[in-house]
């Protein structure tokens, strides 16, 4: 059984298939959190102590008593707010009298199989023939009639538990809640590293490592969506915890709006965790009887280091995240016309990128901004998503077709949550726009933010791309969004709402998305934010595929997908070849193999042997590509910390292949280079296919190959592919 209740002791323990988390219903009905941490066979329910109960000067509630328990140094649950626990809350609650103190007790719990969805929300699932079950456990505030259900979800096959929450108004009167964070971890101990993932434009979610200290630290989006600055992603590990060894709890937030994520460590050393959308812009108005669901976090614990840590991640997200008919199908292989054109495309351009990117053997042409309006440059048109006409003479469909015809899918780009100022959209609704009345809304990259938390102004938006998804066989779509929201405000929310926009908004998107996935399932989704800038797990469930980053420079990239493989696969990091100077096409395509692969340049200017070196890119994209996508990745030598040499393995599950990677980043570097194999079966056999010399996963793990003096060229990189022999 994964979710146990011990009747007696009204203890809870949930099993993943490596963790255990154990809570208690306390005295009082103070729900307490016992355990995290690798799993526990056994009951063992006696010999969980409560660990600080009390200390001096702390507070009791009137119901308990001023015993050995204090609701601020016990390790609760669900932190409330104004109670007595004064460490950072989960949960604050203004009622019908102006207070905001909130006193959550257990009232009731249930076990069920499987996983309840989360209304308008995106959530993992459990995928076919796999098992999982979920605990809910229903808290009361006794004086306001608040009720509050804790969301538990195991999933047997995975060292994964999901946790989300939601809010139910049982009074009489509207409530207004304050914050509702999806996420409560109290630790016993602030002996910590914490690990994010920040960055900017062009340099999104680097890895930042930092020993927790006393007083609250965190990250936080406040810009509208996730953002490039700080990923919804956290990572507790012990100070000694490397890619193979120590402890790390991972989190990650399925949600693409604003968040936050605050570490606390108290007076007794000890560290609580709260995560979930960021209180700072929210504040949600609850009518009688109104629930409210918060939006889930992804909860991995791993005592085998950070790397298996990913790797638990991966497989999650490949399985119970990614759906859709490419989550298995597999991906053409794309060129976008970005990088080569920008916006001077036209038919006769287009295909002729075409016919000379067919030759190469890519798949699928992308035709990215400028198809649209009068759209030339990034002053006008967004909202106007119809067809250029002096770009594309005959119309949308004619063109597709010769696309078709050539022998390549083809892809559309669209930015449908803003609008341009010089449009037709902004002349006939300039109230669509997001903006604070009285103020002229600020630009971002020449236009507005569309104000989708509004249902019309989402049908508005929706009857154009619908209008040209329908008309046209159109097979992937690229999904932008290019500024950050300023003058956060839906015009039409009454005054005690206004806090509800960042929210409501974020519920637009994931409508939108919503459509096109439902009416168009056959559709290709590569969501993007001027790069990598909502790069989160909600955007990974409508879109298997995401922008990694509008750095294409094969060695940026380097940091950038080390930082972003920490808790999201290799499937869908889009990932392309293009032309920025640095570094060689092969190194540029050794880069991007480890990601969803494409290019970004104009294939007519390649020459002779170029075009030969891209064919052999696109053999090798073939032959890799089950085992990039699905396989166990084993980041060896990071950017962060290596000067010569940067490396990474990726492992079949069965163990039956790996593909070596290495990327020389200096010229002059040390000639030792001894490389010590991971993830291999250390009994097994394998031949390298490049000399056709075998050796033993032991040997390889233990001795190593010697690849000194294999490259030694600034920039210049190489692959090793070993496969598993009889
Ligand atoms: C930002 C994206 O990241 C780019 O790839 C490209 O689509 C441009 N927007 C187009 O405006």
Redesign the pocket.
Known sequence: MAIRFNRENKVFILDTKTSSYVMKIYDGGYLLNLYYGRKIEGDNVEDFDIRAKNASFSLAAADVGEGDFAPDSAPIEYGCDGAGDFRVSAIKIRNCNGDSVTDLRYLSHEIIDGKPEIKDMPSTYVNGGEKATTLLINMQDAVTGVQVTLKYTVFENHGVMTKSVSVKNCSKNAVYIERAMSLCNDFPKMDWDMITLYGRHYYERHIERRRLAHGLQGIESNKGISSHCHNPFVALVSPNADEEHGEAYGFNLVYSGNFSVAVECDYNDSARLVMGINPNTFTWKLEANEVFDAPEVVCVYSNEGIGEMSRIFHRFYNNNLINGKYKTEKRPILI?S??AT??DINEEKLLDFARSAKELGVEMLVM???WFGGRND?TTSLGDWVVNKEKFPNGLSPFIEQVHSIGLKFGI?F?PEMISPKSELYKAHPDYCVRAEGREPMLG?NQYVLDVSRKEVRDAVWLQIDEILKNNKIDYV?W?F?RYVTDANSVVLPIDRKKEFAHRFILGTYDLMNRLKTNYPDILLES??????RFDPAMLYYSPQI?T??NTDAIGRLSIQFGTSLCYPASCMGAHVSDYPRAYYGTKADVALWGSFGY?LDPRKLNEEQRKEFKNQIAEYHKYYNLIHFGDLYRTLSPFEEKYKVAWQIVSQDKKECLLTVVCLQERIPENFIYKFKGLDQNAYYKNEEDGKVYSGDFLASVGLNLSNKINYVYGSRKWYFIKVD
């Open positions: 976008n970005w990088e920008y916006f990215d901004d400028g990034d780009w930015e990259r690229k932008d290019n993007c934010s001027g790069g990598g800038g922008w980053s509008d970004e």
